[in-house]
């Protein structure tokens, strides 16, 4: 038997519970304008309620 895993959604594993349950975070103004020149995105886990940061 194969098993096909089909990633339907982008977003990243939590690191923390590896919960692939996870969404983006808007950034807000200021955060934007910091990390203008830094690609990073920001997650959230819906399980543990993490927050971590992913380069994009
Ligand atoms: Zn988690």
Do not use: G
């Amino acid at each position: 038997m194969e098993q096909v895993t089909l990633k339907a959604s982008t977003s990243p594993a939590c690191p923390k519970c590896k919960n692939p349950e996870t969404y983006r975070v808007p950034r807000s103004f200021l955060f934007k304008k910091i990390l203008t020149m830094v690609p990073v995105k920001r997650y959230k886990c819906y399980r543990c309620f993490n927050q971590f940061n992913l380069m994009s």
